[in-house]
């Protein structure tokens, strides 16, 4: 699975949008884009994934670029309970779902 | 989705001893894993429960130091064996409710501290 890289921490104020940055330049034609996020104290917590095109659900939405080497996660109007590490993770189809998580962004977000 | 519900909790264990965490899921499920997190760092997979065989463990981890069972498809046991201080971690169950989707479910995790 390809590598990714994360800036280690990122603040953003409660109400604004957080934008997480993610470059996974050795991704591969089947590999997904997948985010996931640790609330202190809890177990991890998917959030979205993607191929190619831009996704949104209910929590997120993720934006990949064209070349697919980086991806953006999106949380559109962020609360003080977004407050969280996000891990970005790369993982092809074949590989029966095995997480290898990274070291992620530590997000804080601030009254 | 899945619940899933880790025993204990958290423990606090005497160096030498062995803790077996239990996980419990509430529906069956093809793909469980444990996972090891380590004070201040990301998570590491220690191995995926096979359901009938032995666990396949990843590099670093071996069957005697961590010994798992996983007599069906709704539970798994993993074991930590002869405790030292550097195996007070944080260790999650996980599961995966269909092969080949990465959307993966989380159990709250048995906070391990070794004395």
């Known amino acids: 699975d390809a590598k990714t890289t994360q800036p280690p921490s990122m603040d953003c104020a409660e109400g604004r949008a957080a934008n997480l940055p993610c470059n996974h330049s050795t991704i591969s034609g089947n590999e997904y884009v997948y985010w996931y996020r640790q609330i202190h104290s809890q177990g991890p917590q998917y959030i979205i994934h993607g191929l190619k095109n831009n996704e949104t659900n209910e929590m997120a939405s993720l934006i990949i670029t064209e070349d697919r080497k980086s991806s953006t996660l999106i949380l559109p109007h962020a609360t003080l309970r977004d407050t969280a590490v996000y891990y970005c993770?790369?993982?092809?189809?074949?590989?029966?779902?095995?997480?290898?998580f990274g070291t992620g962004t530590r997000l804080q977000v601030f009254p | 989705s899945a619940v899933i519900s880790q025993k204990p909790s958290r423990d606090i264990c005497q160096r030498g001893t062995s803790l077996t965490i239990q996980c419990q899921v509430d529906s069956q499920v093809t793909m469980m894993f444990w996972y090891r997190q380590q004070p201040g760092q990301s998570l590491t997979l220690i191995a995926t429960?096979?359901?009938?065989?032995?666990?396949?463990?990843e590099s670093g981890f071996v069957i005697d130091k961590f010994p798992i069972s996983r007599p069906n498809l709704t539970f798994s046991t993993l074991t930590v064996s002869n405790m030292s201080p550097e195996d007070s971690s944080i260790y999650l169950c996980?599961?995966?409710?269909?092969?080949?989707?990465?959307?993966?479910?989380f159990g709250q995790g048995t906070r391990l501290t070794v004395v």
């Open positions: 996980s599961v995966s409710l269909q092969q080949g989707r990465a959307e993966a479910f």
């Open positions: 993770i790369v993982i092809g189809s074949y590989n029966t779902d095995k997480l290898i």
């Open positions: 429960a096979n359901q009938g065989s032995e666990a396949t463990y």
